[in-house]
């Protein structure tokens, strides 16, 4: 699975998309509506967020807990040592399961690609 990380300019402001091929029956990504689920805030104020999420990978990894959950204002993740459920806390039938690995390399790449220098026209492509 390939990710395009992106920055978007609006009104002046530039955010940080995530975009991907693997999409569901309803043409969205839940792994990238996660990543980008920003709880209202700007977008640098999920730098801790998404270093909570990494933490909480690797207890499930190195079995400190069995099951960790991990969500934002509209997307979660149901940790495990093999596998991330990330699902829509508003739809019970949209979800997604990728295994952990590819998961925490997915936060990893999204939490240092947000603290980089937005740049217009610039892509970042992650394989998973």
């Known amino acids: 699975m390939k990710l395009h990380f992106s920055w978007l300019q609006s009104e002046g402001d530039m955010s940080p998309n995530c975009s991907s091929a693997a999409v569901n029956m ?3 990504s839940p792994l990238c509506c996660l ?3 920003d709880g209202g805030q700007r977008f640098l104020d999920a730098i801790s967020w998404l270093s909570e999420g990494i933490n909480r990978i690797s207890s499930v ?3 400190d807990v069995e099951v960790a959950d991990w969500s934002r204002d509209a997307w979660g993740a149901e940790l495990t040592k093999g ?3 990330i ?3 508003h739809d019970e039938g949209c979800f997604e399961l990728l295994d952990i690995d590819s ?3 997915a936060l990893l790449a999204w939490r240092d690609f947000i603290q980089s220098k937005p740049e217009a026209g610039v ?3 992650i394989e998973l």
């Open 26 to 28: 309803d043409g969205a």
């Open 35 to 37: 990543l980008m689920d």
């Open 61 to 63: 990894k190195v079995f």
């Open 83 to 85: 596998w991330a459920k």
């Open 87 to 89: 699902y829509s806390l």
């Open 103 to 105: 998961f925490e390399m």
């Open 123 to 125: 892509t970042k492509v």
